[in-house]
Nanobody, 124 residues
Framework: QVRLVESGGGLVQAGDSLRLSCAVS????????MGWFRQAPGKEREFVAA????????YYIDSVRGRFTISRDAAKSTVYLQLNNLKPEDTAVYYC?????????????????WGQGTQVTVSS
């Protein structure tokens, strides 16, 4: 069973940057499409970004495109999410996600594996 452990969250001011990391263990990292989701207080969890395992094609929700960058490092079995120009509306718990199928990941299908989450809080 794959295990995902996020780190890098924190309290920052609007306009600041953070880099989230998600360390993957238990199964081969290269087997998985990887993504990030977030859940703000009182809201549903939403897709943020994904990166494919073969050609590292990336996908983003419109509200973060141009500000957030997802990347992956196979040597470290880690996926990253660089968050730039943060806004108060980015405040949420950010979750790392993994699935062997891209569509399942993008749809957060029931078989997706999840990390425990890391809190990002952006003050205005």
């Amino acid at each position: 069973q794959v295990r995902l452990v996020e780190s890098g969250g924190g309290l920052v001011q609007a306009g600041d940057s953070l880099r989230l990391s998600c360390a993957v263990s238990g199964r081969p990292f290269t087997d998985y499409e990887m993504g990030w989701f977030r859940q703000a207080p009182g809201k549903e969890r939403e897709f943020v970004a994904a990166i494919t395992r073969t050609d590292e094609k990336t996908y983003y929700i419109d509200s973060v495109r141009g500000r957030f960058t997802i990347s992956r490092d196979a040597a470290k079995s880690t996926v990253y999410l660089q968050l730039n120009n943060l806004k108060p509306e980015d405040t949420a718990v950010y979750y790392c996600a993994a699935d062997v199928l891209l569509l399942a990941l993008l749809l957060s299908d029931g078989q997706v594996s999840w990390g425990q989450g890391t809190q990002v809080t952006v003050s205005s």
